[in-house]
């Protein structure tokens, strides 16, 4: 998974040269139309050049003489002598390399029109785009209610001319029905701009394929979030389990642009991590107290899991499951799939992408309670009036309903902030290690 994000640069090039397909960039977790219409999704940074991890160099170089299956038969072997090690320096320089391409992409932002006081979210996908924004045929974005993230895409139509937005209606100032025929509607409109730029006619049977894989991909994500990261047995380090998390909430949002591709990475992940659990390779985490990390789709300190982890906790990253996207779409031969998918927008947009507090805040508790968690570290984010006003209310709910502790953490830019996060989390840890 971590080589497919890396590599992106050369398979979008394959793709678009050689097969023609059109290249559509998305963010958050939207990738399913593009799928259906037969172009291809990409996460704007994906078409960046990464610097490759030592040990990662090898790996791929593998996997383009041997093909990807004797190339895990191989690391199967390897890994009976010291998968730890391996597994943990891939990831830690796969993180590490990508966030240091995403402060490139900030700056790219900053210094290209995008004011400063803008989130870091904002500020590198604008930079991504203005990297690499030639490259892709058409931009699809989902209108969220945060002015801020529109008045972005208002701006990128500057770096990609062809914009399709699909508007989500808030279901307050609707009824539910209403709501729903103008979320079809959008749809419906965002589908034929797509079948415009393609050429291409999106089925029933494209949806309801696309959906299916993505309802299995969304399956083996909670698995991994739910089954292996509540057990008190780890299959690695807790700070290599994070990683995978925060792996995972970066390629959500285009499948790394193939998503049968990411469907069969995911189901080779959890089965290797049960049977890691299963032999007992891997780590007791029975006594450390498990904390959730939210939100971190828009910008986040990646040092922060380091840190918990070397102060004997373990942080859970799950964004995706907190803001609805983790949630299955209905598939059968009655049902109409646009008006399936319409109601997931409607519902991801009430739990959080809507952007409404009170919402939010029941999100991250229903998620906190089901994870029964032990702490919340929320990571206010610079610029972002909307997710960040949430803290308060948030901070006295886990309180005083589920008896959950929560601290606040600032950020701005990765690793600016590293020595006052440790300030702020140590008696945290303390504190929650007293309690257990
Ligand atoms: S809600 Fe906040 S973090 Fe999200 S796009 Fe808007 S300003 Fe950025």
């Known amino acids: 998974m971590a080589s497919n994000f890396l590599t992106g640069r ?6 678009k040269f050689r097969e023609k397909k059109k290249l559509i960039s998305v963010a958050l977790g939207f990738p399913d139309l593009v799928f259906a219409v037969g172009a291809v999704p990409v996460f704007p940074i994906r078409m960046e050049t990464f610097d490759f991890s030592r040990y990662l160099t090898p790996i791929t170089s593998a996997t383009s003489v041997l093909g990807w299956d004797l190339t895990s038969k191989f690391l199967d072997f390897a890994r009976q002598f010291d998968v730890l090690k391996i597994v943990d ?30 989130c870091y979210g904002i500020n590198a996908l604008y930079g991504m785009h203005k990297s690499k924004g030639k490259n892709v045929d058409a931009n699809l974005n989902f209108a969220m209610r945060c002015g801020r993230w529109n008045k972005f895409y208002e701006s990128l139509k500057t770096i990609v001319p062809r914009q399709i937005l699909i508007d989500v209606p808030p279901k307050t100032s609707y009824n539910e029905n209403e709501a729903l025929k103008q979320m079809v509607d959008n749809i419906k409109t965002g589908i034929s701009e797509l079948e415009n730029i393609t050429g291409n006619f999106v089925s029933d049977n494209s949806l309801q394929k696309q959906f299916r894989i993505g309802n299995q991909v969304k399956r083996f994500y909670k698995t991994i979030l739910y089954e292996i990261g509540g057990s008190d047995f780890y299959p690695c380090n807790p700070a290599t389990f994070s990683e995978i998390l925060a792996l995972l909430t970066i390629t959500f949002q285009d499948y790394n642009s193939n998503a049968q591709r990411y469907l069969e990475n995911l189901s080779q992940l959890v089965k290797e991590m049960r049977e890691r659990i299963r032999k007992g390779i891997g780590m007791d985490v029975y006594k450390m107290p498990r904390l959730l990390f939210a939100p971190m789709y828009q910008g986040w300190e990646p040092e922060i899991h380091e840190i918990i982890y070397n102060l004997g906790g373990r942080v859970i990253y799950a964004d995706w499951d907190v803001l609805g996207f983790l949630e299955e779409i209905s598939i059968s031969n009655h049902s109409d799939p646009i008006e399936e998918y319409a109601r997931f927008l409607l519902n991801a947009s009430a739990k959080g992408i809507g952007c409404n507090d009170e919402n939010m805040t029941s999100s991250y508790l229903a998620v906190a309670e089901n994870m029964d968690i032990d702490g919340l570290i929320f990571n206010q984010v610079f610029g972002c009036p909307s997710i960040s006003k949430t803290y308060d209310k948030l901070k006295e709910k886990l309180k005083s309903e589920l008896d959950i502790p929560a601290i606040v953490i600032n950020f701005k830019k990765i690793g600016e902030n590293i020595e006052q996060v440790k300030t702020r989390v140590e008696p945290f840890m303390d504190r929650l290690k007293n309690i257990e």
């Not at 966030?99 to 029109?113: I, P």
């Open 89 to 118: 320096k891939i990831l830690e320089d796969v993180i590490t390399s990508i966030n240091s391409k995403y402060n490139e992409m900030y700056e790219l932002g900053v210094n290209n029109g995008v004011p400063s006081e803008l």
């Open 10 to 15: 050369d398979y979008l090039r394959k793709k």
